[in-house]
């Protein structure tokens, strides 16, 4: 089960822990999965959520369930989640397997807002506005005594004096109305008493601040109120209370500055400076001290690089003058590339960026910002000094220039509100109704670092094939490009000599014939200069290798995954050539990705320092072992069975339980030899119905020899069941002489009619026959001898209907039983496969398995499937090509007595099939395919 391969770890080496560009979340409250997405409100499923807040002292979790940004369900109510920590493990700790997922977490233990945890009716009349109700809050604070909160729609703010001990308990004090029955504003001209649309709170050393939203500005009370209808004591944003404020954004005239705001929607402060997120001007503003005076200007701006700019995600700017449209950077500073001019170009985003931002936070050494337009959290190591600085991670997304928005593990979709707990940092994931938990660990994994064992990397392939005559002086060019780099329409070099050459359809490799050349010397010039390339380096995008049984230059990409699929091929011949050259196709194929996953799969976990020794499991047991050499892999939180652990790779197999799941989070928790607990940073890993690899040897070359092994010790032959049912038709099989006949009746099902069959040709003396159930509806033929004596016994299979044309078809796949060798011995160039024989590939990553009453509960993870277990099927059909021509796919199940989660796919290859050392053989489920394997094959004909 061990795979070596190299693999770029880039900064993976580093094992100091901190956050990481990309990183999982390596816990979710609020859903019974990362991607369930729950509807339901109740005490463990949020909704739409935004503001949060975390009290040590209290050891309580504040979650506001609304939103202003129509994240649905809108659920108007408050929770807390007390005694969090007995929920939330710590990140070095072991977890035990209780429940679906150990890492989705959470019981609120009490409602504000609504009378119990199922309701969500927003406030009507004659109850609109109360003591105790809640209108789309969105923003909680607390100081582990008060608690805050922001009712944003009854444009106030509601304080309990204590935390609330019982559900829907009414507040003690409102501010930015009167009373607790009011919810008006002044028109547009605010006062020092009132609020309108207020989403920001926060409580620091005994001061209320607040987020007036609406009023585009912060109110900041010296003292926590203890009055209804308190006045604020200082404002910013505005030069006094009482400024004018225009609420249809479109008609506001006044441009940004460092003492104005626009729309803010967070007040945050570290005790010695504040944070202002201000929506409306893209940018979070930074006051290095408490401001003590009405519109005190800021210091420093995030988003921006100057107080008086106010444009989303301000990358670059254009000269509106200029016809050419060159880009000049602003923040993002480093190209992504040049335009058709030369001249550089520049990411949408980068780490410097801000695009709606929601909140700011810091823990007195970080800031983190969440970044709600970019659906991402910045992570800045220090509190930045100076304007338009970037962050050092971001989180939720891959990188600054990427947008990747989805409720994976290690995705937000507008991220709302932050809190900190000294270990962990709270994001509330508004779209994906969710709170992710991130939190420091060692960088050992990187991303798609855990991947298909039998596969990893999936390479594209293409071919050239040469036939004709040789003819001095003719010219054969191959073209080689990329359809993501080169011209979309371009124009075929003209022969002239040989060599490499550039064209606006990519590197041109063109040999002039000799009069003494063969097809061999022309295929071996041809990979030489493919592998030299113009520089000398080789081409750019593939590797080339010569198969001189089918006279082809066989080509890989150099780039693994999708991307490969690219690269273009295309050929010409001087005019009157003799020689052919055929590609193909107009690009290789059969790039893919190995870190998509399905479940059951055999993964290999790739990174660094991941475990303090090599240890393997005993695979003469039935069960794997979850801890193995002090090391431990969780996905979602249950302990994954492991094949083998050692510092750069761990093999185990993904649970069978998250089948119903899109993405998991997985990291590695190892005691080190000094009695050190290392805990990797989670990563994200994307789960597919299924995505098959094919085992293979040990090879520097792709594609890799696969595990391919001979099917039967007896001839063989297959007839496939077809058509339809018609009474009366008759079906019948003939071996040699001797006929078998079934007449179909009203009743039967094409299976009942192919199990008459195998009873039927059971009674022959030479052969018997069983029934073919997984994917084509066959009957299989076996030689009652073993050996090759049994080769050649001839059979066919007709349908006739004396009233008419039958609807039942049977189709022999050859004519003569064949291809006797030696069950399970591999697949050898001293002992090849043949035309028309049975082989058996092993594989892994072909999904959940079913029985045909769709029984999927009896599979256990980590468990070897038992001998004589009933006939398994993968979750979705599966299909093969081998040497460019439909192979039968006879079964496909998991194999009695092997690793758990390896499946024996069945093959009967075409009985019409070429000599090929290098035959090509790959399996598919749906969209995904296998990586391309090699094995060798004699066709005895030839």
């Keep these: 089960m061990r795979s070596i391969v190299f693999f770029v770890l880039g900064t993976a080496a580093l094992w100091a822990d901190d956050f990481t560009t990309g990183q999982a979340a390596r816990a979710v409250i609020g859903q019974e999965t990362f991607t369930a997405q729950l509807d339901q409100p109740s005490a463990s499923v949020l909704g739409g959520v935004s503001g949060i807040a975390y009290s ?25 989640f007390q005694n969090l920590s007995s929920m939330l493990p710590l990140p070095g ?30 406030p009507s009349a004659p109850n609109l506005t109360t003591q105790s109700n809640l209108r789309l809050p969105t923003a909680v604070a607390t100081d582990g005594v008060h608690v805050a909160v922001a009712d944003t729609n009854h444009n106030r703010v509601l304080i309990w004096n204590s935390f609330p001990a019982s559900n829907n308990q009414p507040a003690d004090v409102v501010v930015g109305q009167p009373d607790f029955k009011t919810a008006s504003v002044p028109g547009n001209t605010p006062n020092q008493k009132s609020m309108r649309g207020p989403q920001g709170v926060w409580i620091q050393d005994g001061r209320l601040y607040v987020a007036d939203t609406q009023n585009n500005r912060i109110l900041v009370y010296n003292r926590i109120p203890t009055s209804n209808g308190a006045a604020a004591d200082l404002v910013l944003g505005a030069p006094d209370f009482t400024t004018f404020v225009e609420p249809d954004l479109t008609q506001q ?25 201000d929506l409306g001007f893209q940018r979070v503003l930074i006051w290095n001290r408490i401001p003590t005076s009405n519109g005190a200007a800021a210091d420093v701006v995030i988003g921006q690089p100057d107080m008086t700019s106010a444009i989303s995600n301000n990358s670059f700017s254009i000269d509106p003058n200029d016809t050419n449209r060159v880009e000049h950077a602003v923040l993002c500073t480093v190209s992504n590339g040049k335009d058709t001019n030369g001249n550089p170009t520049y990411p949408p985003h980068c780490n410097a960026t801000l695009s709606f931002p929601r909140f700011a936070l810091s823990d007195g050494t970080r800031l983190f910002v969440a970044d709600g337009g970019n659906d991402r959290v910045l992570v800045f190591n220090q509190i930045p000094t100076q304007n338009g600085q970037s962050a050092d991670y971001v989180i939720g997304q891959l990188g600054g220039e990427i947008n990747q928005a989805s409720d994976a593990a290690d995705s937000l979709r507008s991220p709302m509100g932050l809190a900190w707990d000294g270990t962990n940092l709270f994001v509330t994931d508004a779209f994906n109704r969710r709170i992710t938990v991130y939190s420091v660990g060692a960088n050992a994994i990187p991303y798609s670092g855990v991947r298909n064992a039998a596969s990893l990397k999936i390479f594209a392939l293409g071919a050239v094939t040469f036939s004709g005559s040789i003819t001095a002086d003719n010219y054969v060019t191959v073209v080689i490009g990329n359809s993501a780099t080169n011209a979309s329409s371009c124009t075929a070099p003209t022969a002239s000599s040989t060599g490499a050459s550039t064209t606006n359809c990519g590197n041109a490799y063109t040999y002039k014939i000799q009069k003494d050349d063969t097809l061999d010397k022309v295929v071996d010039a041809l990979v030489s200069q493919i592998n030299s390339g113009n520089s000398g380096s080789g081409d750019p995008n593939v590797f080339a290798y010569p198969d001189h049984i089918i006279e082809a230059v066989l080509l890989t990409a150099k780039v693994e995954g999708v991307d490969g ?60 072992p979850t801890s193995l050499g002090n090391t431990t892999v969780y996905m979602n939180g249950i302990a994954a069975p492991l094949y083998f652990v050692s510092p750069s790779q761990i093999n185990a197999q993904i649970p069978w339980e998250v089948f119903d799941t899109t993405s998991i989070n997985v990291y590695v928790r190892s005691v080190m030899n000094d009695g050190s607990i290392v805990v990797t940073t989670p990563i994200a890993v994307t789960i597919v119905p299924q995505n098959p690899g094919i085992y293979t040897d040990t090879s520097d070359t792709d594609p890799k020899p696969g595990k391919i ?36 009746q009203s009743t039967d099902t094409l299976d009942t009619i192919r199990d008459a069959l195998v009873v039927q040709i059971n009674q022959d003396p030479k052969v018997s ?82 029985l045909s009453d769709d029984n999927r509960g009896f599979i256990n993870t980590g468990t070897q499937y038992p001998q004589g277990g009933p006939v398994t099927i993968p979750v979705n059909f599966v299909s093969s090509l081998a040497g460019g021509k439909t192979a039968n796919v006879l079964s496909a199940s998991l194999k009695p007595g ?34 391309i394997v090699t094995f060798p094959l004699v066709n005895p004909a030839q």
């Excluded at 024996?904 to 995904?928: G, K, R, W």
Aim: glycine content about 8%; some cysteine; hydrophobic content about 35%.
């Design 253 to 277: 005239k006044f441009d940004a500055k460092a003492n104005n705001l626009l729309n803010p929607v967070a007040v945050t402060s570290d005790g010695a400076r504040l944070f202002i997120t």
């Design 93 to 122: 700790a072991q977890l035990d397997y209780s429940r679906k997922c150990p890492v989705c977490i959470g019981q609120a233990s009490l409602v504000l807002g609504q009378p119990d945890f199922t309701t969500n009716a927003e």
């Design 898 to 931: 092997m690793p758990p989660g390896t499946y024996e796919v069945v093959l009967q290859l075409n009985s019409d099939m070429p000599s090929d050392p290098f035959t090509h053989l790959y399996i598919a489920q749906d969209v995904y395919i296998s990586n």
């Design 56 to 80: 040590k002292s209290n050891d309580t979790l504040i979650v506001a369930d609304s939103n202003r940004v129509s994240a649905a369900p809108l659920n108007h109510r408050v929770l807390l």
């Design 565 to 624: 699929n690219n690269v273009t091929i295309s050929t010409t011949v001087s005019t009157s050539a003799t020689i052919t050259a055929t590609t193909s196709g107009a690009n290789l194929t059969g790039g893919g990705d190995a870190s998509k996953l399905g479940p059951g799969t055999t993964v290999s976990i790739l990174g660094s320092n991941l475990s303090a020794n090599k240890v393997d499991a005993d695979l003469t047991k039935t069960q794997l």
């Design 769 to 850: 026959a069983t029934a073919g159930i997984t994917f084509a509806r066959n009957v299989q033929i076996r030689a009652r001898i073993s050996g090759p004596d049994g080769n050649g016994i001839p059979f066919s299979a007709t349908t006739t209907n004396s009233g008419g044309s039958p609807q039942l078809v049977l189709t022999p796949t050859n004519t003569a039983l064949c291809c006797a060798n030696i069950a399970g011995s591999k697949v050898t160039t001293d002992n090849p496969a043949v035309p028309g024989e049975t082989i058996l590939v092993y594989a892994t990553g072909l999904g959940l398995p079913v």
């Design 709 to 744: 092994f001979h099917g039967s010790s007896q001839a063989t032959g297959v007839i496939l069941v077809d058509g339809s049912v018609n009474a009366g038709d008759v079906a019948t099989v003939k071996i040699e002489d001797r006929s078998y006949s079934y007449t179909v």
